[in-house]
């Protein structure tokens, strides 16, 4: 995932200060040298990191930081405050007009993900209760308009074309007023791009600016480009002006130096980031949950949300009863697996829980051919055996392993996983109905 080398340097450094009872402005300059170190291999903005040590550095030495009884945790907590902060602090969001239809301009470079993301975006605003016209002003690359098409009956979003003969100026003006004969109340129009910026892409897009007034530009760069992403912004920025930025493909192995570099080089917020290829992977940015990421507190609230929208609340509510009571079988947990595919790889899920527990889950190996393996074990097993496991002696074993081709040791794992799992959610159900005393720490 993003910003995983990033992730894990900093957590070490971090592990070794909170280790120390009490700190002096060596370790505190000695660490700085480290998460410097880490920024710069991320690939953030020379400039950007040194300001942020400097930032970082200030604080934790001034003020009455070292001299308290915790401050390895406060310096952590200082530098997710500087890390939230230079992801533009709070979530930003996009501006709707007073009175519809609002009018969104999608602009970038070729292979960014221009078009993939006005679909998701579409999708997304759907969701939200919008109704969203798709305006393909794209006439120069061959296939864009038929992309759009694809994307848009994907996300089940209607698109405005009209062909690749006019100017995109006129061809957005027409889908407007289509728009409004038809009642979207949000207009995204896909525009073109270029494999470099060039000045003939620059008027044309600051002519469609001007005859179309859009409430919103947004900028989409591939955060896999690193600086060259940053030095786009800036560009666009400084040319035609934007609201803000979506950074795509933050689901690859980028080193995470854009999204750290973006807001604070432009001035202009990341609004959305692009999580993955299909049209559900588009997400709103929140810069503390994405700080907490980064330090291995987790991103619980992501998680939530994201289960959300993929769980079915009566179940949901059916199964915490059944964790509160410990009635939780195999087949509530078959059931899990399933509803948990739907959510996506396993691995991305685990990236989102807080350090310890993400880590201890990952020791498990649960990948997604495991989870293959774990469905086929459930599946071999009676329905008294689902519901009761304990009654699953060494003969059951033996069948269930011949049953769902795996062996004994497969079946004695997840036997013992499965308890494992059980205590650890009523452990999480007790927690949660006990707000007050919670166990998470730092
Ligand atoms: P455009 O030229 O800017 O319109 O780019 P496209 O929308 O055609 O996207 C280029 C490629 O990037 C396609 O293969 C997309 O599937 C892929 N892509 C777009 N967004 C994401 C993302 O968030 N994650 C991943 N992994 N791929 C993406």
Redesign the pocket.
């Known amino acids: 995932m993003v910003f995983e080398g990033l992730a894990e340097k900093l957590q070490n450094t971090f592990k070794k200060l909170k280790g120390k009872g009490k700190l002096t402005e060596k370790d505190v300059t000695e660490a700085m040298r480290e998460v410097k170190m880490a920024l710069l291999e991320a690939d953030v903005n020379f400039k950007v990191v040194k300001d942020f040590v400097n930032r970082v550095k200030e604080r934790a030495v001034g003020g009455d930081v070292l001299e308290s009884l915790t401050p390895g945790q406060q310096v952590v907590k200082i530098v997710n405050d500087e890390l939230t902060a230079l992801m533009g602090g709070t979530q930003s969001k996009m501006t709707f007009a007073s009175k519809p239809p609002t009018i969104v301009m999608l602009v970038?470079?070729?292979?960014?993900?221009?078009?993939?993301?006005?679909?998701?975006l579409a999708g997304l605003l759907k969701k939200q209760g919008k109704r969203p016209l798709l305006i393909a002003g794209?006439i120069y690359?061959p296939a864009?308009i038929k992309?759009l098409q694809v994307?848009g009956s994907q996300v089940d979003v209607p698109v405005f074309t009209m062909g690749d003969k006019l100017s995109p100026i006129d061809i957005a003006k027409a889908g407007i007023e289509h728009g409004v004969k038809h009642g979207n109340d949000i207009i995204l129009i896909?525009t073109a791009?270029r494999l470099h910026i060039d000045e003939q892409l620059m008027d044309e897009l600051i002519g469609i600016k001007k005859t179309v007034k859009p409430h919103e530009i947004l900028l989409?760069v591939?955060?896999m480009t690193g600086q060259d992403a940053v030095n786009v912004a800036e560009h666009f920025n400084e040319k035609l002006g934007i609201d803000g930025v979506i950074l795509?493909?933050?689901?690859?192995d980028t080193r995470g130096g854009a999204a750290l570099s973006v807001r604070s080089v432009t001035n202009k917020p990341i609004k959305f980031?692009?999580?993955?290829?299909k049209l559900t992977?588009?997400e709103p940015f929140y810069p503390d949950r994405m700080a907490s990421r980064i330090l291995g507190m987790g991103d619980v609230l992501s998680l939530i949300e994201k289960a959300q929208t993929t769980y079915d609340a009566k179940k949901a509510k059916e199964l915490e009863n059944k964790i509160k009571s410990q009635q939780f079988t195999f087949e509530d947990f078959l059931d899990q697996i399933e509803q948990m595919k739907n959510m996506g790889p396993i691995s991305q899920i685990l990236d989102m829980l807080p350090g310890a527990a993400g880590k201890q889950l990952k020791g498990l190996q649960v990948d997604d051919k495991e989870i293959a393996h774990i469905q086929a074990i459930i599946q071999s097993m009676t329905r008294e055996e689902r519901q009761n496991p304990s009654i699953i002696n060494g003969s059951r074993r033996k069948r269930i392993a011949m049953g769902s081709g795996t062996n004994v040791q497969q079946v004695n794992r997840l036997l013992k996983q499965f308890e494992q799992t059980r205590k650890m959610m009523k452990q999480f159900a007790d927690m949660s109905s006990n707000k007050k005393g919670s166990k998470f720490k730092m």
């Open positions: 970038g470079l070729q292979g960014a993900g221009k078009t993939t993301t006005t679909g998701k794209d690359r864009a992309q994307v896909d791009g989409v591939d955060s795509t493909k933050l689901d690859g980031v692009g999580m993955g290829e992977d588009l």
